[in-house]
């Protein structure tokens, strides 16, 4: 059991960067992989990226690859996005995830997740 809490949300201008942090505490946050999934009014939640367990391993969706960056420190008990080029397209609320299964890679479906935070607002105008 943890609880996740996102924060670094905002309005930024088309092409602008924003970072966004993820602070977890409970139990055994190191040996779960994590992700960032988000959603736009009307749209189902959508993968954005993972994190595996020990950091190793990244995945993207092909929307954000190349302009998103997925990190974590787990001496912090911390995961992060960076997202850089930001487009108007990427507004949404963005929630980060732990995945339901210990020592795990990558995945991408949010059935595959079970603790969630209760997002944070990322507008970017155009």
């Known amino acids: 059991q943890v609880q996740l809490v996102e924060s670094g949300g905002g309005l930024v201008q088309a092409g602008g960067s924003l970072r966004l942090s993820c602070a977890a505490s409970?139990?055994?946050?190191?040996?779960?992989?994590m992700g960032w999934f988000r959603q736009a009014p009307g749209n189902e939640r959508e993968f954005v990226a993972a994190?595996?367990?020990?950091?190793?391993?990244?995945s993207y969706a092909d929307s954000v690859k190349g302009r998103f960056t997925i990190s974590r420190d787990n001496a912090k008990n911390t995961v992060y996005l960076q997202m850089n080029s930001l487009k108007p397209e990427d507004t949404a609320v963005y929630y980060c995830?732990?995945?339901?299964?210990?020592?795990?890679?990558?995945?991408?479906?949010?059935?595959?997740?079970?603790?969630w935070g209760q997002g944070t607002q990322v507008t970017v105008s155009s």
């Open positions: 409970g139990r055994s946050f190191s040996s779960y992989a």
């Open positions: 995830a732990r995945d339901s299964s210990q020592f795990g890679r990558t995945r991408y479906r949010p059935n595959d997740y079970n603790s």
């Open positions: 994190i595996s367990w020990g950091g190793g391993t990244t």
